[in-house]
């Protein structure tokens, strides 16, 4: 049974998140590394620049993005292989995958959590 789950990066570090993945492209303020104890930062999974930018985490663009962020998920040849490998992780272990937004709901780790669901059940 897999075990793939989504939390901020700001919660509290847990002996029991497993695999700790980083799946922003861009480091959160405020935590050190020793802090985030990290097992990747798979930085390239994380939408391109121009979506994230463009999303700006306004809620009123998240379904948009998130169209817009599958499609990137399912077209680029290394997100798709990082999808895999994040699959691959989590039907070994606990795989925690970890995001900074503030939105817990209007974020990529949602729309990332929502395809690697979809791509399991495959």
């Known amino acids: 049974m897999p075990t793939i789950f989504l939390k901020r990066i700001y919660e509290p570090y847990d002996e029991s998140d497993g695999c700790r993945i980083l799946i922003d492209r861009l480091w959160p303020r405020g935590i050190s590394k020793e802090e985030a104890q990290l097992s990747y930062w798979l930085k390239e999974v994380a939408p391109s620049s121009e979506l994230r930018k463009w999303f700006g985490h306004k809620p009123e663009r998240f ?37 900074g937004a503030k939105d817990t709901v209007h974020n990529h780790g949602v729309v990332l959590f929502e395809e690697l669901l979809r791509n399991m059940r495959r």
């Not at 699959?87 to 070994?92: N, P, Q, R, T």
Request: glycine share 6%; charged share 35%.
């Open 63 to 99: 379904e948009e993005f998130r169209n817009q962020y599958k499609g990137e998920l399912r077209s680029d040849e290394l997100k798709l292989q990082i999808i895999v490998q994040i699959i691959d992780m989590g039907a070994k272990d606990r795989v925690t995958l970890l995001y």
